[in-house]
């Protein structure tokens, strides 16, 4: 079935240094992929996406490329905030067509220190 | 506009009783998704909803879970007999329309059976 690897975390950074967090899966299919973010005390939200190969995902600072050759989509940012620690989730969608269902990764925390 | 809400927010179960979780999707969304995310770990797939219609129960981890959605919005998740392995966050997600990428998330149920 599908699946979606995530690096071993937490992470902690100074800021404005640069993030890389690796998201590695497995589908039968052409997926979309995802990344979910969790701020502390709120919801997940969707930070970013991509439907297809080779598409970039990007916003507030943090982009993300579909890499079918390699089955991946990291996570980047160049400069990291404060701001910026919270939870974050790898997702991909399902590949049967049945529904949009995400199976998640095990996410990873990221804290960011001034 | 408001987003998803969940109630309660926290429950404390003691074994063996059975609980009901409300989910209050974003108004006139027609997918909704009810995922269980277990500590440090990411969220996984329970059921989906299509308005009334539930067509996907495959994550559902046994006939203890149920799940309704009678008129298309609100939604209940019910778990009978609860037991120490059920505690969890449970969240749910609606979407706009059934094959809509992006995916809205409540704040979560956080179970835990004593």
């Known amino acids: 079935g599908d699946s979606v690897t995530q690096m071993e975390g937490p992470v902690t950074l100074s800021e404005e240094a640069f993030l890389t967090i690796n998201c590695t899966y497995t589908?039968?299919?052409?997926?979309?992929l995802f990344w979910y973010v969790q701020y502390p005390g709120e919801g997940l939200q969707l930070l970013l996406k991509a439907t297809k190969a080779d598409d970039k995902g990007s916003n507030k600072g943090f982009e993300a490329t579909y890499r079918k050759e390699t089955t991946s989509f990291h996570l980047e940012k160049g400069s990291v905030q404060v701001s910026d620690s919270a939870v974050y989730f790898c997702a991909l969608g399902d590949t049967t067509g049945a529904n949009s269902k995400l199976t998640f990764g095990k996410g990873i925390t990221l804290s960011v220190r001034p | 506009g408001a987003g998803v809400s969940q109630s309660p927010r926290y429950k404390v179960a003691k074994r063996g009783q059975d609980v009901a979780l409300r989910c209050d999707p974003i108004?006139?969304?027609?997918?909704l998704f009810w995922y269980q995310q277990a500590l440090g770990q990411g969220p996984e797939f329970l059921t989906y909803?299509?308005?009334?219609?539930?067509?996907?129960k495959s994550g559902l981890p046994s006939d203890r879970f149920f799940a309704e959605r009678p008129e298309g919005s609100v939604s209940t998740l019910k778990i009978q007999r609860t037991q120490q392995e059920d505690s969890a966050v449970y969240l749910c997600?609606?979407?706009?329309?059934?094959?809509?990428?992006?995916?809205?998330f409540g704040p979560g149920t956080r179970l835990t059976v004593l």
């Open positions: 909803f299509q308005n009334e219609a539930q067509l996907d």
């Open positions: 108004s006139g969304h027609v997918s």
């Open positions: 997600a609606s979407s706009l329309l059934e094959y809509t990428d992006t995916q809205y």
């Open positions: 589908a039968t299919g052409y997926p979309s």
